[in-house]
């Protein structure tokens, strides 16, 4: 079952000799469930893709469609409640709230809707991040590997239809590393999400049931890993 797709996506900065052309054309489908990777150099379009995907930018020209809907259709007010509740974002740099705890930041997004915490999800998020008893601490109170936990925690709470994770691992050893992979990991399996990552770590990569390449705004390869 198709739970994205992307048709003939562009996207330009600037205008006349210094237009930058970021994406050029790029159409794609994921299923529901899988794990894509998405590789290539700095500067090749990935995060501008994935902020496209996530209803962070608009496109200049092409659709984005999430559980049959069109995305850049919606209002302004209709797309963030899209992005609060179908999307959750997980970055390199962590975006933690420097004043809020752990729960706190967590809960961030439900309490932003409006809406009640699920105190059962919350437990078992608390329980699979490794972060029982840690719930008062602040970011600055916990290592990088804790707070890209908590960030991950914040994209899960609101059981989103699609994980997107920007560069996840970047500022983080290769232990911590591969621990947050095993969690995102974990939550594709565990709550059956559509996992979308963008990584420079070709570890990562050969992990995912699919590998898309790009290059200077266009897809170069794409490839199944794992049917």
Do not use: C, W
């Amino acid at each position: 079952m198709e739970i994205l797709r992307v048709e003939n996506l562009t996207k330009t900065y600037g205008s006349g000799e210094n237009q930058v052309r970021a994406l050029d054309g790029v159409s794609f489908s994921v299923e529901k469930g899988q794990f894509l990777a998405i590789i290539g150099p700095s500067g090749s379009g990935k995060s501008t893709l994935l902020h496209i995907l996530g209803g962070v930018d608009t496109p200049t020209s092409g659709k984005v469609y999430m559980a049959g809907q069109d995305v850049y259709a919606k209002s302004e007010e209709q797309l963030a409640v899209f992005r609060r509740r179908e999307v959750g974002l997980v970055y390199q740099f962590y975006n933690l709230i420097p004043v809020l705890d752990v729960r706190e930041n967590i809960t961030l997004p439900v309490l932003m809707d409006g809406r009640k915490v699920n105190e059962e999800r919350l437990k078992e998020l608390l329980d699979v991040l490794g972060l029982v008893g840690r719930e008062k601490h602040l970011p600055n109170q916990l290592s990088g590997g804790q707070q890209q936990r908590v960030s991950i925690g914040r994209a899960l709470m609101n059981a989103p239809a699609v994980v997107l994770a920007d560069e996840p691992t970047g500022n983080l050893d290769s232990k911590a590393s591969q621990e947050i992979v095993d969690l995102l990991k974990l939550s594709n399996k565990k709550y059956g999400q559509t996992l979308i990552v963008i990584t420079h770590d070709e570890n990562i990569a050969l992990q995912a049931d699919r590998v898309i390449a790009i290059e200077d705004g266009r897809i170069v390869r794409d490839e199944v890993l794992r049917p």
